[in-house]
């Protein structure tokens, strides 16, 4: 076996390490979630009801839209780690985008009907009730329990540097705003301003479908191939750069697979070295990116280095 053939399986070992560690990882906080959620969703209903709280019914609605999304981020996670195979060649990963673009959809729906919900109340003030004193409790308790979760579920997304992580804890941070919203909206109710509890379901209902909508749009954009940001594309360059052999790097072009990175760039090396130097010098670049980067796949072609000072001359 090669040197390089160690390295690349080196590499590729690496990779798949990564990938296990943040399945791991996305399985451990999302089954946490799981728990907080189901425990919410059934508390805030049953007391939204009993104690006649639209707000506390649409906090709880939106706990159980983490509930439901919860288990799409599993099925995502589970699938994300397969391996590549003939029909999908660079692997698994754009099923967290895809996991992604469904959470986003499910927010924007989620929200839309609390705003319908929350504007059909509205057009009759007179029949909204006084709300009872339990729900204020329970919203504190509630908004108390997701800022916890969201803290320990973006801590871990960073972490393991995963994007539907990422997505799936604001999404419990979003809960926790929404239960602060309606414990205002309860306090404003106790205080003899019954209006108050439905303008919080209809604030909540706006802030879950401005996530849902934001969410879904870039992960649309991440399944149409979106480049990484300019500077995660300027330290790939550097590294390519600093391989020996390599005089000049141009046309480097990067796609996202789910928190993967594809990479296509030209390298430019000396016009005298033989095929053979040349394509060591592309697998040694290949290699120190892969290391240093969240990179799965960099494909590498070989340009001869331009020289102007003998561009124009004639051939001999």
Same mark, same amino acid.
């Given at each position: 076996m090669t040197l390089h053939q160690t390295e690349y399986d080196d590499n590729v070992h690496d990779n798949e390490s990564l990938v296990a560690q943040r399945a791991a990882a996305a399985s451990r906080s999302t089954w946490v979630s799981v728990v907080v959620n189901l425990a919410l969703?059934?508390?805030?209903?049953?007391?939204?009801?009993?104690?006649?709280?639209?707000?506390?019914?649409?906090?709880?609605?939106?706990s159980l839209s983490d509930l439901v999304a919860d288990f799409v981020v599993l099925v995502a996670n589970h699938h994300s780690q397969k391996d590549a195979d003939a029909d999908h060649p660079y692997g698994h990963q754009r099923f967290e985008t895809g996991a992604s673009l469904a959470l986003g959809a499910l927010l924007l729906a989620v929200g839309l009907g609390m705003l319908w919900s929350a504007f059909t109340k509205l057009e009759a003030p007179a029949s909204i009730p006084t709300v009872h004193? /339990?729900?204020l409790w329970v919203a504190l308790g509630a908004l108390i329990a997701k800022e916890t979760l969201f803290r320990y579920m973006l801590a871990v997304a960073?972490?393991?540097?995963? /994007? =539907?992580?990422?997505?799936?804890?604001?999404?419990?941070? /979003?809960?926790a705003a929404s239960s602060l919203v309606v414990a205002i909206g309860i306090v404003?109710?106790?205080?003899?301003? !019954?209006?108050?509890? !439905?303008?919080?379901?209809?604030?909540?209902?706006? =802030?879950? /479908?401005? =996530?849902g909508w934001s969410f879904g749009w870039d992960a649309l954009h991440d399944l149409m191939d979106r480049a990484v940001d300019d500077e995660e594309v300027a330290a790939i360059r550097a590294t390519l750069l600093e391989t020996p052999g390599v005089e000049n790097v141009h046309d480097l072009r990067t796609r996202k697979m789910g928190d993967m990175i594809v990479v296509d760039v030209h390298l430019e090396v000396d016009a005298a070295q033989t095929v053979e130097a040349g394509?060591?010098?592309?697998?040694?670049?290949?290699?120190?990116? =892969?290391?240093?980067?969240?990179?799965?796949?960099?494909l590498t072609h070989i340009d001869p280095a331009q020289r102007p000072d003998l561009d124009h001359q004639p051939p001999p």
């Open positions: 969703t059934l508390l805030q209903i049953a007391t939204g009801i009993l104690a006649k709280s639209q707000g506390l019914i649409a906090d709880g609605i939106h004193l /339990s729900a960073k972490r393991v540097k995963s /994007s =539907m992580l990422v997505a799936n804890a604001w999404h419990a941070r /979003s809960d404003g109710n106790l205080a003899g301003f !019954p209006i108050f509890d !439905p303008i919080a379901a209809l604030i909540v209902g706006f =802030m879950v /479908s401005r =996530m394509h060591n010098i592309a697998v040694a670049a290949r290699n120190r990116v =892969m290391q240093r980067h969240r990179v799965i796949n960099l």
